[in-house]
């Protein structure tokens, strides 16, 4: 399987960036597509899509987020954070079966 | 307007089967690239993918769960169903069904664009 590696915790202020990092354990790149998603959750709360294939933004997800990265190493950046976005962020592959999740970054306020 | 609704037992007792059921509107699963994925929760944990369904009827499960999880669908009465067999106290979790939307073309894998509210399933004796 392919597993895929967050930071637990990441400690942000308010109006700054928030830089969440995903590694995984081989290759999710196809080609020139990258099979990486991220999902938000807050508590209570099913996730939510905010990004697929690594830099696209999903329907009514503002333009504060943005994706990147390729190959073994992505990220998920929020600028400028704000009190909404404090949340669990989730990176997850498709480019294998069985699809599989980070075990999430906890986005808290400084 | 894409929208999923997971309905299921609650409780259930160790070794019995959890069969639980998504019912959709908004889509088709037989429209090309589209399919249903389930996904659970352990309270306070991680997201783990189950299994997904296609619209041309491929499957692809978790293997960590062995062969206890079968997925179906009713194309015309837009339903998704999940069944795990031989439940333990493991297997308590929030259970979430989601739209799924092929990742890439010839994939078996997507991503998910729509998700259930899900549904609690606790095993217990």
């Known amino acids: 399987d392919i597993v895929l590696t967050q930071s637990p915790v990441l400690a942000v202020s308010l109006g700054q960036r928030a830089t969440i990092s995903c590694r995984a354990s081989q290759s999710v790149s196809i080609s020139s597509i990258n099979l990486m998603h991220w999902y938000q959750q807050k508590p209570g709360q099913q996730p939510k899509l905010l990004i697929y294939r690594a830099s696209n933004l999903a329907s009514g997800i503002p333009a504060r987020f943005s994706g990147s990265g390729s190959g073994t190493d992505f990220t998920l950046t929020i600028d400028p954070v704000q009190a909404d976005d404090i949340a669990a962020y989730y990176c997850q592959q498709s480019r294998e079966s069985p699809n599989t999740f980070g075990a999430g970054t906890k986005l808290e306020l400084k | 307007q894409v929208t999923l609704k997971e309905s299921g037992p609650g409780i259930l007792q160790p070794s019995h089967t959890l069969s639980l059921t998504c019912s959709f509107s908004?889509?088709?699963?037989?429209?090309?690239?589209?399919?249903v994925s389930w996904i659970r929760q352990p309270s306070g944990k991680g997201l783990e993918w189950l299994a997904s369904?296609?619209?041309?009827?491929?499957?692809y499960n978790n293997p960590s769960l062995k062969s206890r999880l079968t997925v179906s669908k009713d194309t015309s009465n837009n339903q998704a169903f999940l069944k795990v067999t031989s439940v333990d106290t493991a297997d308590t979790a929030t259970y979430y069904c989601a739209h799924t939307r092929l990742a890439q073309i010839r994939g078996t894998g997507g991503y998910f664009d729509y998700w259930g509210q899900g549904v609690m399933v606790t095993v217990s004796s």
């Open positions: 369904i296609w619209w041309n009827g491929n499957t």
């Open positions: 908004g889509f088709s699963l037989s429209t090309y690239g589209m399919g």
